[in-house]
């Protein structure tokens, strides 16, 4: 991938999710729509930090002047990832997506890798001949019972200061840390932090409140950040990427009022499942 991919790389992503968004919809759930110019925008520079950060991890399929495919995958220290992949509905069954998937776990040179998956079975099918775990993962939604909100002690926000830190955290639960991950997070999100010795932890909340990243060193630590985002949701929120290994989250979850769905897999190679830990669906 090169710079001058990233806006036919976007659309190809947004056909690609949307198709999927639309197959896997609830009958509940609103009719998905494409991406606002704003959310492109958004997705756009999210990709161009991976290729600048990464770039040997970055591919794509291209048919002429059209990408067809994608995937987007990142080195960081001992752990490799995927932030996104995809081929467009029309050119699937074709093979596309195998030779990208090859090229990004050749790159990965047998680190322990993890990624956020959808339930599309012919990617399923390529993660796990690729030797990856699949963990079904479930997702919380609706509105917070503010009532049932706890007081929660001993949380700040957090700063760069903390890094240092959250990456040793990181180390112990994922086997790597963030790295310069922790520095794009928090440009865009709000950063709070349990910083006491012996229960350290942090959370990453985005502008409606909704926690995109969450570490703990124990499951007391990690309740009271979910319990956090949870008093900074507005209106309707999400928590998203609870294995089974990070049931306190669905117990959270439960007593906040919220309602438990089923949401795809975190696949997980050579390494265990991370826990007291929600991950990241791109910077996991």
């Known amino acids: 991938m090169h710079a001058d991919d990233l806006p036919n790389a976007e659309r190809a992503s947004d056909a690609v999710f949307l198709d999927s968004d639309r197959r896997d919809r609830r009958v509940s759930e609103p009719e998905p729509e494409p991406r606002s110019a704003e959310a492109s925008e958004r997705w756009i520079d999210r990709m161009r930090y991976f290729l600048e950060g990464d770039p040997h991890g970055c591919w794509v399929a291209v048919d002429g002047e059209q990408v067809v495919g994608f ?3 990142q080195n ?34 047998g680190r322990p890798g993890m990624f956020s998956s959808t339930v599309h079975p012919g990617a399923t099918r390529r993660y796990r001949l690729a030797g990856f775990s699949l963990n079904p993962q479930m997702r919380m939604v609706g509105t917070v019972n503010r009532s049932a909100l706890p007081a929660v002690p001993r949380l700040s926000d957090g700063s760069a200061d903390d890094f240092d830190w959250m990456d040793r955290l990181d180390r112990r ?17 709000r950063l709070v932090v349990s910083s006491d010795a012996g229960r350290r932890g942090y959370v ?5 409140g909704r926690p995109m ?14 319990w956090e985002a949870l008093a900074s949701a507005r209106a309707d929120t999400l928590v998203n990427c609870i294995t ?30 991370p826990a007291p830990y929600l991950a990241s669906g791109q910077f996991l």
Request: aromatic letters at 6%; glycine letters at 10%; hydrophobic letters at 40%.
């Open 204 to 208: 990453y909340l985005d502008d409606r």
């Open 213 to 226: 990243l969450l570490a703990a060193a124990d499951r007391r630590t990690a309740e009271d950040l979910l």
């Open 71 to 73: 995937a987007i995958s």
């Open 76 to 109: 960081r220290d001992r752990l490799w990832y995927l932030a996104t992949y995809g081929v467009l509905p029309d050119r699937q069954g074709q093979g596309i997506g195998k030779r990208l998937l090859d090229a990004v776990l050749t790159h990965a040179d």
């Open 173 to 189: 639960l994922r086997g790597a840390g963030h790295g310069p991950d922790h520095q794009q997070l928090l440009h865009n999100h």
């Open 244 to 273: 089974t290994a990070n049931e306190w989250a669905i117990d959270v979850g439960l007593a906040a009022g919220l309602h438990i769905g089923q949401e795809g897999y975190l696949a997980i190679r050579d390494m265990p499942t």
